[in-house]
């Protein structure tokens, strides 16, 4: 069998957890290929919603197998916190989740250097999350990280105690003030909780999985803009968000690959700093908040608003090749009566630009928009394509004709039975 894969085309939050509990059913395993609790996927099913952070998306499906791939780093105290949530809601983890030993660990003092990095930036600031994922995906590079395997060996302490002593000088050499002691007692805690489940080698769990016969959906966090590579660097996370993590994250050759799900809200948004070219600072961003509840889900922090960003999705959807688009929180834009496209950026020597530049950062962006009529009507009883609205069937072909690629669902709510699929397309 093939492994397809669900991508974020944006700055994340496109709503790829709602997404992969709805196209679970399709697939044996749902699998996590990077990315840490810094993502926060949100699922609103029979009136409850349920925001995951590190566990995949299909757990709610007791016949799907769930993956934490090795290019994941894992918070221990943050997991317990979510396998404990979910067992209030009857949901059996240890049955179907299976943990990486090659996966990093996130030690209670890499969350104290993440902290104390960003205070040292001043107004340099990337808008971490501060889960200690930047420190973590540091060490593993730098040959000094912890695997989750590692809590397995009789020398686990000793190594943790090492690392934790170089992370010490760090903090000393920065003079940041810290206090370990409490942190360190849930961490250690929820280690000896960590080790009651499945720790296998999960190149091989997957890999054989695909041997029989079994399809695989792998889950991406945060999104293609806010790839270590191809991201609007140095706003961006420590990994590969993008189809590449795939490969090095579980453990799969690039052959097994078929079906690249690429999602994107029919908006933009971003959390923390960084370049944002169609971002409204006026009463429509605002708007665009409130109706759409953007506060992210693993910070809270409000997010910013703006238009569709067609060469920034362009971009995306290249860089991945994606074959399929999901449009995400149609119902948002209900309410107005026109929707702006941004088709190019005006940059400030005057010339009209399709691709991004090199370092958009320091490039004074105008966007150049393209107008479209709004629906103004509430899509609450859609229940397939063809009872959408005239002019929702209007945005829809507008993008489709511009990016080149079809839509194949359309989201109208955070439930999962708000979700329409285009009946011309096939999933999984």
Not at 161 to 177: F, G, P, T, W
Not at 232 to 250: D, E, K, W
Not at 322 to 334: P, Y
Request: overall charge negative; proline content about 5%; hydrophobic content about 35%.
């Amino acid at each position: 069998m093939s492994v397809d894969v669900l991508l974020g085309l944006q700055w994340g939050d496109e709503g790829k957890g709602k997404i992969v509990d709805v196209m679970a059913p399709r697939y044996g395993m749902v699998a996590r290929f990077q990315g840490g609790p810094n993502a926060g996927h949100t699922l609103e099913f029979d009136g409850i919603k349920h925001v995951l952070h590190q566990i995949p998306s299909g757990i709610f499906r007791k016949d799907i197998k769930n993956v934490i791939g090795n290019g994941v780093v894992l918070d221990p105290v943050i997991f317990r916190r979510e396998v404990e949530a979910l067992r209030e809601r009857q949901v059996d983890v240890r049955s179907n989740l299976y943990i990486s030993n090659k996966a990093q660990l996130i030690l209670p003092t890499h969350g104290l250097l993440d902290a104390c990095y960003e205070q040292s930036k001043g107004n340099q600031k990337i808008g971490s999350t501060l889960k200690g994922i930047g420190p973590t995906y540091q060490d593993k590079i730098a040959r000094l990280g912890i695997r989750v395997g590692d809590v397995l060996e009789d020398d686990f302490t000793d190594r943790y105690r090492a690392l934790v002593e170089k992370h010490r000088n760090i903090l000393d050499y920065y003079q940041y003030s810290y206090d370990l002691e409490e942190r360190e007692q849930a961490f250690l805690e929820a280690i000896e909780h960590l080790k009651t489940f499945n720790i296998v080698d999960t190149v091989y769990l997957v890999n054989n999985a695909l041997r029989h016969g079994v399809s695989v959906l792998a889950e991406g966090a945060q999104g293609s803009m806010l790839d270590i590579d191809f991201g609007s660097y140095p706003f961006v996370t420590s990994s590969n968000t993008m189809i590449a993590g795939v490969c090095s994250g579980l453990g799969v050759p690039p052959s097994r690959i078929r079906q690249v799900y690429g999602i994107f809200k029919a908006y933009c948004t971003r959390v923390g700093s960084g370049p944002f070219p169609t971002e409204l600072h006026d009463d429509t961003g605002e708007r665009l908040r409130e109706i759409g509840r953007e506060f992210g889900a693993t910070t809270g922090r409000p997010r910013r608003c703006g238009w569709l960003d067609l060469p920034a999705l362009k971009y995306a959807i290249m860089i991945n090749g994606v074959t399929q688009l999901f449009m995400m929180k149609a119902d948002v834009l209900n309410d107005f009566e026109e929707i702006k496209v941004c088709t190019r950026y005006k940059l400030s020597d005057g010339q009209v630009a399709e691709e991004i530049p090199y370092n958009i950062d320091h490039h004074k962006l105008e966007p150049v928009y393209h107008t479209l009529p709004g629906w103004e009507q509430q899509l609450n009883g859609v229940k397939d394509f063809d009872q959408m609205p005239g002019a929702l069937h209007t945005y829809l072909d507008y993008l489709e004709q511009e990016l080149q690629i079809p839509i194949g669902i359309v989201s109208v709510g955070p439930d999962r039975t708000q979700t329409i699929l285009n009946p011309e397309l096939s999933l999984g």
